[in-house]
């Protein structure tokens, strides 16, 4: 609650504002309150929500003087005038129940659909992009609830197919438009009439409007439904929110991308979500690490344990972080319990799936398949992008472009300034389990190893001793490719991390001895080299060798 000197300070700063810029006000006055405040009791009685009605009766009254001169404002400010124009919502549906964080993009979207508004009037145009499940259609949901009176009508198209849009502009037109969509045959109207008279309508009826199209696939499928060859008044285009796993828009279209739940977001969702648990902290932080922050991975969690809960009031995060570790497929793919406003039809694992037969069909879909594959194996950060040339027999064109098309869909983030990739430990899972189910792990696994022959680098070596160990698993692998463990532990050696290179040989060793024998060339080399590691270790000891780089 504000004190009296900074509640005055604060008023005396919007009287300011109100004889300086009436729309400077209204964006400080915006940003004052939190978003969902705003959406509670409104834009005009925003001084209420914060405190303003303790003072005492002369200040109120100059409160209330205040309050309807921002009244008047308002509409000005925002280019609306609601006493003359009926409002609409066509099918926006409120957020989930349990809605969590997101207030800081909240305030971007905000902004920079306002931003757009006054200075680009005619390609107010938005995208908003992520992985699938990442909350983009839950905080365009909640930005409507916020916000809904800053627009006079706004409207929901389910953008996912071709037949929905129709659908979707069908019913607004008939139902909420009054707009007929039968011709004078009786037959149905072609949808880009019918697209054309919905448009017609809003530019008639110029309030401001907000269209939403979620779950798009790209510009292409939804160019003829855009309002852009409109000549509405400048101030009164629709603006328009589109959401889509797909990032690559053409230059009209302004991005946005939706990254994960911040820890402290994640947390506190599973606070909500699960009161009585009685996991402690490390629990409950290990399994937001395992589920990396993802929205929809973390509920599926959530709707996991609750059902569970039913059957058996011991369940907890605790049982089910050990039940992952073994069956990571049926959790990732269980269903999102029933509840009626979370109306997510897919599991985490089902929506990747669609992603990754995108990209299949996609010019360069084979090329980033295969190294989509390879990078499930790998650490989840810091991947060389050059190590894939191999798989584009050298053509760096090729190999742009095929990662270009996995960052497209947000399955890896590229950081091409360092020329390295990352991806989410979690999508690395689903991409496992897929090519497990599909028996495609050993080949992957093959070509991994495939990049790491001759010779590996010290850029790769940690990357190959994450390999490695994945392919030990197979024996067919490892009589094939066992001099890579030889090359793994001469890489360490070079770069003296002694105490990394005892702790992969002990695992390692055994296992090719038990696959290869103990005479195989390979298991004598990599005794010989374990050997000669504890040697060098020892000395390297003696003479301060835990300040050298990977050091005992
Ligand atoms: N901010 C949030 N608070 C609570 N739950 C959330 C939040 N964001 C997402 N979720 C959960 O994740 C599910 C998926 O979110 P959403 O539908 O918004 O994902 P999306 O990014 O639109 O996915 P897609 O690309 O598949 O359309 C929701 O149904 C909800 O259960
Ligand atoms: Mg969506």
New binding site residues.
């Given amino acids: 609650m504000l004190n009296l000197k900074s509640k005055l300070f604060f008023f005396q700063n919007v009287l300011n504002g109100l004889l300086n810029n009436t729309s400077n006000i209204y964006d400080k006055l915006s940003k004052c309150a939190r978003p969902v405040e705003v959406q509670e009791s409104g834009s005009n009685d925003i001084l209420n929500n914060i405190g303003f009605l303790q003072l005492s009766s002369r200040q109120t009254d100059i409160i209330a003087a205040v309050n309807e001169m921002l009244k008047k404002l308002g509409s000005k400010v925002t280019g609306t005038d609601r006493e003359t124009r009926p409002d609409f919502f066509f099918e926006v549906k409120s957020p989930v129940r349990l809605f969590t964080g997101r207030n800081k993009e909240l305030i971007e979207l905000h902004e920079r659909l306002e931003q757009r508004t006054r200075h680009f009037p005619d390609s107010q145009i938005i995208a908003l992009s992520g992985l699938g499940g990442i909350g ?2 839950e905080l365009v949901r909640m930005y409507a609830a916020t916000y809904r009176k800053n627009y006079n009508s706004i409207i929901w198209i389910n953008s996912e197919r071709d037949d929905t849009i129709c659908d979707s502009f069908d019913r607004l037109a008939k139902d909420v438009l009054g707009i007929p969509t039968i011709d004078a045959n009786g037959g149905k109207k072609h949808v880009s009439s019918i697209v054309d008279a919905v448009y017609k309508y809003l530019e008639n009826n110029s309030g401001k409007c907000l269209i939403v199209f ?2 798009a696939k790209d510009a292409e499928s939804l160019y003829k439904y855009l309002p852009l060859g409109l000549h509405i008044p400048c101030g009164s285009h629709p603006v328009v929110l589109i ?1 889509s796993p797909n990032k690559d828009w053409p230059t009209w279209t302004d991005v946005i991308i939706l990254n994960e739940w911040k820890m402290n977001d994640a947390m506190e969702f599973l606070k909500r979500a699960l009161p009585s648990d009685t996991t402690g902290i490390d629990q409950l932080t290990q399994l937001v690490e395992t589920l990396q922050r993802h929205p929809l991975a973390l509920q599926q969690a959530v709707s996991y344990i609750l059902r569970r809960k039913v059957r058996n009031h011991s369940y907890t995060i605790a049982s089910y972080l050990q039940a992952y570790a073994t069956i990571k497929k049926q959790l990732l793919s269980s269903e999102i319990c029933s509840d009626v406003l979370n109306d997510y039809k897919k599991t985490a694992f089902l929506t990747w799936k669609d992603t990754f037969n995108a990209i299949a069909v996609d010019e360069y879909g084979a090329v980033s398949i295969k190294i989509m594959h390879c990078i499930a194996y790998f650490l989840a950060e810091k991947i060389p992008i050059k190590i894939f040339l191999k798989i584009t027999n050298g053509s760096e064109d090729i190999l742009y472009e095929a990662i270009h098309l996995l960052a497209k869909f947000s399955l890896v983030v590229e950081e091409y300034k360092i020329g390295h990739l990352r991806i989410s430990k979690l999508v690395q899972d689903v991409i496992q389990i897929q090519l497990k189910d599909d028996f495609g792990d050993v080949a992957a696994l093959s070509t991994c190893l495939e990049l790491l022959v001759p010779e590996i680098t010290p850029d790769m070596v940690e990357h190959a001793r994450c390999i490695w160990k994945h392919s030990e698993k197979y024996p067919t692998l490892v009589e094939k490719y066992s001099c890579v463990a030889n090359q793994i532990i001469e890489c360490l050696l070079e770069q003296r991390m002694y105490q990394t290179g005892v702790k992969y040989a002990v695992t390692a060793l055994p296992t090719l001895e038990n696959i290869l024998g103990k005479e195989h060339r390979d298991v004598l080399e990599m005794e010989k080299k374990v050997a000669r590691i504890r040697v060098l270790g020892i000395k390297g000891g003696h003479c301060g060798i835990a300040n050298q780089h990977g050091g005992m």
């Fill in positions: 983009k259609t979620d779950d959401t």
